[in-house]
């Protein structure tokens, strides 16, 4: 199987962001059962015909789908992180981002609604799995910018955990808004992690 090249949101015509949001829509608030074309063309105001030209089957846009997990504006960019702090400041805002995926409901819904369905599709699984390469990379970058000195290795197998850490702790906040306090689990997350990497204290 060819890998699809990686699918850039702000470069999409805007026909093909409003299918995509269309779709967002009906997964974080109707569920995976509720996306069909159908609904994505009722919703989107755009033919059926244009969404299987821009996405090919249900399985392309599962996959542009996954994409817009990771390249979500509702909790901003890394690469906005990545490009304009330095050092333990780059490492604190990228802990902060992460505190925003991990508490973004909608966010959490659509990746919860996506993972059963990915497991089953080998398309939408090599999808996953290459985003969460790509976020490793990233989040092994941005958690590198701290004192610690560790080696590429180490610090991959950090952003491995701390990725499982956001989602985690995002499922048990979806599990249980009115009883889980995110923000005193994450505030351990980030003394935990802080003092792997040496961070300055507050």
Known sequence: MNARPPLHIAELPPTARRILAAAQDILAERGYAELTMTA???????NRALVSYYFGSKAGLL??????????????LVEEIRA????????????????????NERVNRMLYELLPHALRDPEVRARFAEEYRVYRIVDADCLGA???????EQLEA????????????GIQRALDPEGFDHERAWRAWVEVVGRYLALPAG
Do not use: K
Not at 84 to 103: I, K, N, P
Not at 146 to 152: F, T
């Open 84 to 103: 304009t702090s330095e050092g333990a400041e780059r490492t604190a805002a990228f802990l902060d981002w992460q505190r925003r995926v991990s508490s």
């Open 158 to 169: 950090l952003a491995a955990v701390s990725i499982a850490v956001v989602e985690g702790l």
């Open 40 to 46: 994505i063309a009722q919703v989107s105001g755009v």
């Open 146 to 152: 701290a004192p610690a000195e560790l080696d590429d």
């Open 63 to 76: 996959s542009a789908l996954v994409e817009t997990l990771f390249q979500n504006p509702d909790v901003g």
